[in-house]
């Protein structure tokens, strides 16, 4: 079992930043981390993700460049920077941890947190 719990999400303004955090407790082999996001009347959707033990990143084309995924080791904690927020940003934040070798499907994903709201007003 591997609990997520995510924190940082909030109201920002076009433009703005947040930095999302997702701590991960119980079992301590994760093979990859990833975030997702889910807008109102809208499907799950991939945003970032990587390899516990590799060095390669994954992200959606929608925020190459803006937002980046990060970990401390020491913590379990991953991150996610997000920079020149966009309204159509806004949604319900989640980790996930997962052992599939595909990176940006939500069903490879086993372990999700309960999720954090990132509203980007206009």
């Known amino acids: 079992q591997v609990q997520l719990v995510e924190s940082g999400g909030g109201l920002v303004q076009a433009g703005g930043s947040l930095r999302l955090s997702c701590a991960a407790s119980g079992r301590t082999f994760i093979y990859k981390m990833a975030w997702f996001r889910q807008a109102p009347g809208k499907e799950r959707e991939f945003v970032a993700a990587?390899?516990?033990?590799?060095?390669?990143?994954y992200y959606a084309d929608s925020v190459k460049g803006r937002f980046t995924i990060t970990r401390d080791n020491t913590k379990n904690t991953v991150y996610l920077q997000m920079n020149s927020l966009k309204p159509e940003d806004t949604a319900v934040y989640y980790c996930a941890v997962g052992s599939g070798l595909r990176m940006k499907i939500a069903a490879d994903y086993t372990y999700w947190g309960q999720g954090t709201q990132v509203t980007v007003s206009s």
């Open positions: 990587f390899l516990w033990s590799g060095s390669g990143t």
